[in-house]
């Protein structure tokens, strides 16, 4: 089958998935439709829970391994859609539909990458693609729960929007329950320990706090107040003010150093919700980034959160689309970024994989 027919091929699938609802933890659905369609190829794949994998043809234990990542998953459409989420369609060269852009597009490009590779022999790496479950819940069942059942991953690149160009390296996120303590009281009655007052200077804190290490690609860790919530009746000061703190976080600190350094400096207790969703990146000079920049790709920091976060090798977000559609109403892709991103994907990946490394 040829290139033309193989992304063809992918764009159907996508209205497929586009068609049918699947929240994350909610994507069996979709799952089949990315099983079939495997199967149309004749290509043997496996299941675990919502998540679908193969692996290539000529798989060499010998090798070193390069994952092929996107999700089937979705959000839930918001408020202001005006078109059907459920609806694929075509308008001006536009395919609009839930997931469309993030990551349908993606997933499907990649899927017709592996397609391509799939029987290829001579290949400096294995490869090895999963269309995974539960990425925007960051949920237990989604790609996490898969590298336990794969061999090691040496190197991977994550099919999210970004106008295919090479977002090496991406931001973390640690996300902080915070808390402003005071006296509870009558409001009637004077009271110099009030803890929404108190919380006055704790945001100026927040508001001015930066943290000294700045990272090349990916800039500063950005600390924002995003929650904040204290009281239940008009004439009692509450005893505490709760806050949430969402950090992105560059690759100059480990999540846990960025725990550490505000459970000291805080104003207030700290107290975080999870560490493990870590910053991640891939070298420069790394040849699958090479390859890419040979192609006339450029480099950038992505300051949103993908399922990167869970791997421990070098990774490379990658894919069509435009990461400021994601999440919006009547979300949509181009045809021609299916087109450019199968194109590409194969072009990168050919000088890679025939590399000698």
């Known amino acids: 089958m040829d290139q033309k027919k193989r992304t063809e091929k992918a764009i159907e699938l996508l209205h497929q998935l586009i068609s049918i609802q699947s929240f994350s933890s909610e994507e069996d659905k979709t799952a089949d439709s990315i099983e079939k369609w495997?199967?149309?190829?004749?290509?043997?794949?496996?299941?675990?829970?919502?998540?679908?994998?193969?692996?290539?043809?000529?798989?060499?234990?010998?090798?070193?391994?390069?994952?092929?990542?996107?999700?089937?998953?979705?959000?839930?459409?918001?408020?202001?859609?005006?078109?059907?989420?459920?609806?694929?369609?075509?308008?001006?060269?536009?395919?609009?539909?839930?997931?469309?852009?993030?990551?349908?597009?993606?997933?499907?490009?990649?899927?017709?990458?592996?397609?391509?590779?799939?029987?290829?022999?001579?290949?400096?790496?294995?490869?090895?693609?999963?269309?995974?479950?539960?990425?925007?819940?960051?949920?237990?069942?989604?790609?996490?729960?898969?590298?336990?059942?794969?061999?090691?991953?040496?190197?991977?690149?994550?099919?999210?929007?970004?106008?295919?160009?090479?977002?090496?390296?991406?931001?973390?996120?640690?996300?902080?329950?915070?808390?402003?303590?005071?006296?509870?009281?009558?409001?009637?009655?004077?009271?110099?320990?009030?803890?929404?007052?108190?919380?006055?200077?704790?945001?100026q804190w927040f508001k001015n706090y930066s943290f000294p290490k700045v990272s090349e690609v990916l800039g500063e860790v950005k600390l924002t107040v995003t929650q904040i919530k204290a009281g239940n009746q008009h004439n009692v000061v509450p005893g505490h003010v709760d806050l949430v703190i969402d950090v992105r976080v560059n690759d100059c600190y480990s999540n846990q150093e960025i725990a550490d350094v505000l459970a000291k400096e805080a104003p207030c207790e700290m107290i975080p919700r999870s560490l493990r969703l870590n910053s991640s990146s891939i070298a420069k000079e790394h040849p699958l980034v090479q390859s890419g920049l040979a192609l006339g790709r450029e480099t950038y920091g992505s300051p949103t959160l993908s399922d990167q976060a869970c791997l421990y090798c070098q990774s490379l977000k990658l894919g069509p689309g435009d990461s400021t559609r994601s999440h919006s109403a009547d979300e949509f892709i181009y045809l021609s970024e299916i087109e450019e991103g199968v194109d590409l994907y194969i072009k990168i990946l050919e000088g890679f994989l025939s590399n000698k490394q």
């Not at 075509?90 to 017709?112: M, Q, R």
């Not at 001579?122 to 794969?150: D, K, R």
């Open 38 to 203: 495997l199967s149309d190829f004749n290509i043997p794949f496996k299941r675990e829970k919502n998540n679908v994998y193969a692996f290539n043809k000529h798989y060499d234990t010998n090798k070193p391994n390069l994952l092929l990542n996107s999700h089937h998953d979705t959000v839930k459409p918001n408020s202001s859609y005006t078109k059907d989420p459920y609806l694929p369609h075509v308008e001006d060269g536009k395919l609009f539909g839930l997931g469309s852009n993030d990551a349908g597009g993606c997933l499907v490009s990649l899927l017709a990458t592996f397609t391509h590779f799939y029987d290829k022999k001579n290949l400096n790496h294995n490869i090895i693609i999963v269309a995974s479950a539960e990425e925007e819940s960051s949920g237990p069942n989604g790609l996490n729960s898969m590298l336990p059942l794969l061999p090691k991953i040496d190197v991977a690149i994550v099919g999210e929007p970004t106008l295919m160009q090479l977002a090496i390296a991406e931001k973390g996120l640690v996300v902080f329950d915070g808390r402003v303590s005071g006296t509870p009281s009558h409001a009637a009655h004077p009271n110099n320990d009030n803890a929404i007052y108190n919380t006055i200077e704790v945001l």
